[in-house]
């Protein structure tokens, strides 16, 4: 009897050691940030006409923006950092969400991120990413080769009255913003999402008006008075609902 | 009973053994092994972007090399993709402005160059009208216009072809050769020809150095364009800038979006917006890269420009201001713009660093025949 319970059991782990063969896959832990881009609270649409606050009636035409330097603070206090993860939006091109990777579940009361990019990064090699990467040149069209560094911020339009275009290209490091968003996120599963609204009037209004008319229909410069306040008024430009 | 029950147990557990075992029932089949293509790249290329399904094979590009070559894909056996994308031309036809079709009738746009379009993201043609290479690839074969064969004749003859039976056969591990394997070798070929060494390739990568002319066209060819109406100086040499970095830009020379140059002020071609049906596509074309620029004239999606002073002129005084959707980035190029002689001059002298004679003279990429 007793040599027959030992071939019952070196059958069972026989039939058994073929489960052992497939290991368990790793539970992929995501952040999916989707960012809706807005205009004084619509979503933003290319074919409207949207007032500014200095009255002027514009049509945009052209908005990509680069995010880096994510982090998150949980219920403790604790900040986790997220180096080396970037996102690209362009919303042309329907790109609207970053899925951040390797989030712990958890309670996270705030995220922090970056509208564009640390000095470092920015003048780094542009052409070490592949195809698909945010910070691939060709991918994002956001870059400066004469500067070799990237835009961070592309606002592009026209305004009706004259039909005269605007160009905005915000760049380098010392003209990025940092965002740090309240937020009650309860992450109990592999993957969470969390909504990002980015109102683009805030760009044209919030804390200084900017006027077309008066402070310029273009900037590709670092320096220029009005990348300057485009860059101070987009340090509200994201929120949390 | 308990050695009838012993051998039990003993079956079960060879048969537990057996079913952890991979064991194929397949009947042996020949050996389709294909070689991966390996691409050196320098530093200043991207890194290689293959699409997942057809990465390329050294068999794979060689039939696609022989197909890209051969006459047998034209209605009379008379014209191949090579009779107007010509090597030493950067693969366009012979500084013609339209190719002519077997047919003897012209074609509606200027034959586009052939280098780099692994690494292009959002379509192909001058339109955009084929999402990828491989849709790329077919339709010149059936165009009227050019090569006017239908693809049921092409794939009889090449089936009719011992030796392309047995080309595919090794390339693609199929006995029949059907239109989608055509297209895949086509596009392993044309994704493997690369323009990647230009003197301003090999500057960047500290191996060659500029003249001073070079030096100064290429902060003309990166500086912005500043419109006569500001009440420039002239003698300012800040104000020579040719705006060309906008829309020619990363080491690729171009841009991923269409665009529209101001061209015309009412485009009888509507690019991209035939393609799409959307007003807001309108006039807009592919931006081309400016690599091999001096050798791929006349320039334009309708090669109405012969030389590159012509198009330097046009960007300076001839871009029509209200072409619709004209792109943002020609704001200062849309109003008359001043280019001091030298400065145009040492513009095109930037420009031709662009050309790559080790590209144009690859063996890999010529005739097989």
Redo the contacts between chains.
């Keep these: 009897m007793k040599?027959?319970s030992i071939?019952?059991l070196?059958?069972i782990f026989?039939?058994s050691?073929?489960k052992d063969?497939q290991p368990e896959p790793e539970e992929i832990q995501n952040l999916v940030l989707t960012f809706h881009n807005q205009f004084d609270g619509q979503d933003l649409d290319?074919?409207t006409v949207y007032t500014l606050a200095s009255n002027e009636e514009v049509k945009f035409?052209?908005l990509a923006y680069i995010l880096s330097e994510f982090y998150l603070i949980d219920a403790n206090g604790n900040t986790i950092s997220l180096p080396n993860q970037f996102g690209l939006i362009n919303h042309e091109r329907g790109l609207d969400s970053v899925v951040l990777t390797n989030i712990p579940k958890g309670h996270y009361t705030a995220i922090g991120l970056t509208l564009g990019l640390d000095s470092a990064t920015d003048h780094g090699?542009?052409?070490?990413?592949?195809?698909d990467h945010p910070l691939?040149?060709?991918?994002n069209?956001l870059?400066?080769?004469?500067s070799s560094g990237y835009i961070h911020t592309a606002i592009?339009?026209?305004e009706t009255a004259g039909?005269?275009?605007?160009?905005f290209h915000i760049a380098g490091s010392e003209n990025r913003t940092y965002h740090e968003l309240s937020i009650d996120l309860k992450k109990e599963y592999a993957t969470a999402a969390l909504d990002v609204y980015y109102d683009l009037n805030e760009a044209f209004q919030n804390p200084e008006v900017f006027s077309l008319t008066l402070d310029g229909?273009?900037t590709?410069s670092t320096d220029h008075p009005l990348t300057k306040k485009l860059a101070k008024n987009m340090e509200d430009i994201l929120s949390v609902k | 009973m308990k050695q009838i029950f012993r051998y039990i147990i003993i079956f079960g557990l060879l048969l537990g053994a057996y079913s952890c075992m991979e064991v194929s029932n397949d009947i042996p089949d020949m050996p389709y092994i294909t070689t991966p293509y390996e691409m050196d790249l320098p530093p200043t290329a991207f890194p290689a972007r293959f699409p997942p399904d057809n990465r390329p094979t050294v068999e794979g590009v060689q039939l696609g090399r022989m197909l890209f070559y051969d006459p047998i894909l034209s209605a009379d056996s008379s014209q191949s993709c090579a009779s107007c994308h010509n090597q030493s031309f950067a693969f366009t036809d012979n500084g013609k402005q339209f190719s002519t079709g077997v047919e003897g009738l012209e074609g509606k746009r200027n034959a586009m160059p052939i280098f780099n379009l692994m690494w292009h993201l959002d379509g192909f043609f001058w339109d955009g009208r084929a999402e990828l290479l491989r849709h790329q690839a077919l339709l010149p074969i059936q165009d009227p216009l050019e090569m006017n064969e239908t693809l049921g004749n092409m794939l009889t003859k090449l089936n009719a072809s011992p030796r392309y039976q047995e080309l595919f056969k090794q390339a693609f591990n199929v006995d029949n050769i059907d239109e989608k394997t055509v297209s895949l070798a086509l596009e392993q070929f044309m994704m493997t020809i690369v323009s990647v060494n230009s003197k301003f390739d090999r500057v960047e990568m500290g191996l060659d150095s500029f003249t001073n002319q070079e030096k100064i066209g290429k902060i003309v060819f990166e500086s912005e364009a500043i419109p006569l109406s500001e009440e420039i100086d002239p003698q300012n040499p800040l104000n020579y800038g040719g705006d060309c970095f906008h829309c020619h830009t990363t080491t690729l020379f171009m841009r991923r979006e269409f665009l529209n140059n101001g061209l015309d002020e009412t485009p009888l071609d509507q690019g991209l917006g035939k393609v799409t049906g959307r007003a807001s596509d309108n006039g807009k074309f592919k931006t081309p890269s400016l690599r091999n620029i001096e050798v791929s004239a006349p320039y334009m999606h309708d090669g109405r420009f012969n030389t590159l002073e012509e198009v330097i002129d046009f960007y300076l005084t001839g871009a029509h201001a209200n072409s619709p959707n004209l792109d943002p980035s020609m704001h200062a190029l849309k109003e008359d713009v001043y280019l001091h002689p030298n400065h145009k001059a040492a513009l095109i002298a930037f420009l031709k660093t662009l050309t790559d004679d080790t590209y144009l003279n690859n063996t890999e990429y010529s005739n097989p025949f």
């Excluded at chain 1, 870059?143 to 004469?146: C, G, T």
Aim: charged fraction near 10%.
């Design positions: 040599k027959i071939y019952i070196a059958l026989s039939a050691g073929c063969a290319f074919n035409g052209r090699d542009p052409n070490q990413y592949p195809s691939n040149t060709f991918n069209s870059y400066w080769s004469m592009e339009g026209s039909n005269e275009v605007f160009v229909m273009s590709h």
